[in-house]
């Protein structure tokens, strides 16, 4: 018969072992991630969670402890939609599970493109255009109205058409690296 403390203490190093043998994604590892579908500062809702897959193993010291195809989660974590004629969108993203088990990761930030280059063109290209038709029509006088009248209504064309969201493709592939060590199933 085996002593009761013998056994206790087989059992305690068998549980160690388990534990020992689980591996861990430490701090700094980076994570890459497609997603499974677009984001956008236009739609997202902070709090909001996105799901991809990994699109490449994690590996760790030689050891792969996570699989490309390995299901991730993640979390908008702050979202602020386009203005019309300034502002551009922005999006930022977080991990909050690779392959099931919990992490947390760095942000991945989004920013949608400047809208100085294409105000300038709807506003710049309306108010030419009103400056040769006033010209053609009035003279001197006729070319100052046009101008005015072409830059309010390439003003006009900008505010309907300039929201410059930060968009996330379907598809993208972004970096996150883990912020602290997480277990997983490998």
Same mark, same amino acid.
């Given at each position: 018969?085996?002593?009761?403390?013998?056994?206790?203490?087989?059992?305690?190093?068998?549980?160690?072992?388990?534990?020992?043998?689980?591996?861990?994604?430490?701090?700094?590892?980076?994570?890459?991630?497609?997603?499974?579908?677009?984001?956008?500062?236009?739609?997202?809702?902070?709090?909001?969670?996105?799901?991809?897959?990994?699109?490449?193993?994690?590996?760790?010291?030689?050891?792969?402890?996570?699989?490309?195809?390995?299901?991730?989660?993640?979390?908008?974590?702050?979202?602020?939609?386009?203005?019309?004629?300034?502002?551009?969108?922005?999006?930022?993203?977080?991990?909050?599970?690779?392959?099931?088990?919990?992490?947390?990761?760095?942000?991945?930030?989004?920013?949608?493109?400047?809208?100085?280059?294409?105000?300038?063109?709807? !506003? @710049?290209?309306? =108010?030419?255009?009103? &400056?040769?038709? $006033?010209?053609? #029509?009035?003279? %001197? *006088?006729?070319? /100052? !109205? @046009?101008?005015? =009248?072409?830059?309010? &209504?390439?003003? $006009?064309?900008? #505010?309907?058409? %300039? *929201?410059?969201? /930060?968009?996330?493709?379907?598809?993208?592939?972004?970096?996150?690296?883990?912020?602290?060590?997480?277990?997983? *199933?490998?």
């Amino acid at each position: 018969m085996v002593p009761r403390k013998l056994l206790q203490l087989v059992m305690a190093l068998l549980a160690l072992a388990v534990v020992a043998g689980a591996s861990t994604i430490p701090a700094g590892t980076p994570v890459t991630v497609r997603l499974t579908s677009e984001i956008s500062s236009g739609t997202a809702q902070a709090g909001e969670t996105f799901e991809g897959t990994l699109a490449r193993n994690v590996v760790v010291q030689g050891r792969t402890v996570a699989r490309a195809g390995a299901p991730v989660q993640g979390k908008v974590t702050y979202v602020k939609p386009s203005g019309r004629l300034h502002e551009p969108g922005q999006l930022t993203l977080r991990l909050t599970s690779v392959d099931g088990h919990p992490v947390q990761s760095s942000a991945v930030r989004g920013k949608g493109k400047s809208h100085t280059k294409s105000n300038v063109t709807k !506003i @710049g290209g309306g =108010a030419a255009a009103g &400056a040769i038709i $006033g010209a053609i #029509a009035g003279g %001197g *006088k006729g070319a /100052a !109205i @046009g101008t005015l =009248a072409g830059g309010a &209504a390439g003003t $006009g064309v900008a #505010a309907a058409t %300039g *929201k410059q969201e /930060a968009v996330f493709p379907a598809e993208s592939a972004l970096t996150f690296t883990i912020t602290g060590g997480t277990a997983s *199933k490998r």
